[in-house]
């Protein structure tokens, strides 16, 4: 037995989070979103049950969660990109405030009010899947994407953020784009790319918040090395990546197949269910 675990339960949790990587690779290849809101439950029912601490149960499901995102992202952005759906120039313009935003939603971590920003996801997922579900195109910021100091606020938001929420960019990025006007295929393929500049220095950060934790918690064999490092699991990575690595060109795919308004409706669908989630965790009070 480990952790309190018989090597049957071991067994059941090694195939749960192959099975959630092969789909968490699949959405990100559709939605562009990096499969951190598929990732984020999962690894918390799964540390749950191995035996991690409340406190720092969140950071290493969060800290997981964007490692994997890493490769899943570049193979993602690679199959958008070679279809030429990619918008460079939002890329150029977004870049470093979404670096400073993953940078400063790392070093706050351990200290921002977890249920403020499960607050501002729902708002913001709800009302973003009632215009996508029910195609009211009035319900937009603008004809399209700002200039200047408004968006580059907007990557900063972007970055820390999904640090924070471990979802990897896409989330917001899409909305953001939809939202001005910008057809859900390109919001898609562009998000993907911006899943990449977030998860890579948002997985540093959190091994370097996480490296004390193995220190206060000896007993805990989920937050040791070679197990772990900082709030970032191995095991989990190591599980997990695979699958997402084959099933996200196949995500790409399937996005590109689908009609505007299918992929509107599906994504619409999606943040519905992820907002949802949020939803009964908060009257959980979790």
Not at 39 to 46: A, G, K
Request: with cysteine; glycine share 12%; hydrophobic share 55%.
């Amino acid at each position: 037995m480990t952790a309190g675990l018989t090597l049957q339960d071991i067994v059941e949790l090694a195939l749960l989070l192959i099975a959630v990587g092969a789909l968490s690779g699949f959405l990100a290849g559709v939605f562009g979103i990096g499969g951190g809101a598929i990732l984020v439950p999962v690894f918390y029912e799964c540390f749950r049950i191995a035996g991690v601490p409340l406190e720092v149960r969140m950071p290493l499901c969060v800290g997981t969660s964007l490692a994997v995102i890493i490769p899943t992202s570049i193979r993602s952005f690679q199959a958008h990109y070679e279809r030429g759906a990619v918008d460079m120039a939002v890329l150029r313009v977004w870049w470093l405030p979404i670096v400073i935003g993953v940078i400063a939603g790392s070093v706050v971590a351990r200290y921002a009010p977890e249920r403020l920003f499960k607050i501002v996801f729902v708002a913001v997922a709800y009302s973003a899947a009632a215009r996508l579900i029910f195609a009211r195109e009035t319900w937009k910021f603008g004809d399209d994407l700002p200039k200047g100091p408004l968006m580059r606020a907007y990557g900063f938001l972007v970055g820390i953020l999904s640090t924070l929420m471990g979802i990897g960019g896409g989330l917001f990025s899409n909305l953001l784009m939809t939202f001005y006007g910008r057809p859900i295929h390109q919001a898609v393929a562009t998000s993907s790319a911006l899943a990449v500049l977030i998860s890579i220095p948002g997985a540093l950060g959190y091994i370097y918040a996480g490296w004390p934790a193995a220190a206060r918690f000896p007993e805990v064999a989920a937050l040791q090395w070679p197990v772990a490092l900082g709030y970032v699991s191995l095991i989990g990575t190591v599980l997990v990546m695979p699958m997402s690595l084959v099933t996200a060109p196949l995500g790409v795919k399937a996005a590109h197949a689908m009609s505007k308004r299918t992929l509107e409706t599906a994504f619409g669908c999606y943040l519905f269910i992820v907002g949802s989630r949020f939803v009964l965790s908060l009257l959980g009070g979790q």
